[in-house]
């Protein structure tokens, strides 16, 4: 199986920057594509950003288009998240996830971005 885990979060100010990494382990798979999404509270969890992996083509959300940049290691399976610019409103619980080429979803455990006024 795998294991996906997240970190890099934290708490900063509006204006501010965070990278997050998402590393991935456990049973060899062949990764197609990683994402980014996070959850406010109160709200349904949403899209951030995409990678895929051997082309390494990206794709955002429009509320983080120029401010968000996800990268990826290929020798580490993992997946990174610059967040700058950060606003109040990006505060949520960020997941990551890695889609496999055989299909499926694994999800990590999610890390904690705070940003305030």
């Known amino acids: 199986q795998v294991q996906v885990v997240e970190s890099g979060g934290g708490l900063v100010q509006a204006g501010g920057s965070l990278r997050l990494s998402c590393a991935t382990s456990?049973?060899?798979?062949?990764?197609?594509?990683m994402d980014w999404f996070r959850q406010a509270p109160g709200k349904e969890r949403e899209f951030v950003a995409r990678i895929i992996w051997s082309s390494g083509s990206t794709y955002y959300a429009d509320s983080v288009k120029g401010r968000f940049t996800i990268s990826r290691d290929n020798a580490k399976n993992t997946v990174y998240l610059q967040m700058n610019s950060l606003k109040p409103n990006d505060t949520a619980v960020y997941y990551c996830?890695?889609?496999?080429?055989?299909?499926?979803?694994?999800w990590g455990q999610g890390t904690q971005v705070t940003v305030s006024s």
């Open positions: 456990g049973r060899t798979l062949s990764i197609y594509a």
């Open positions: 996830n890695s889609s496999p080429n055989t299909g499926g979803n694994y």
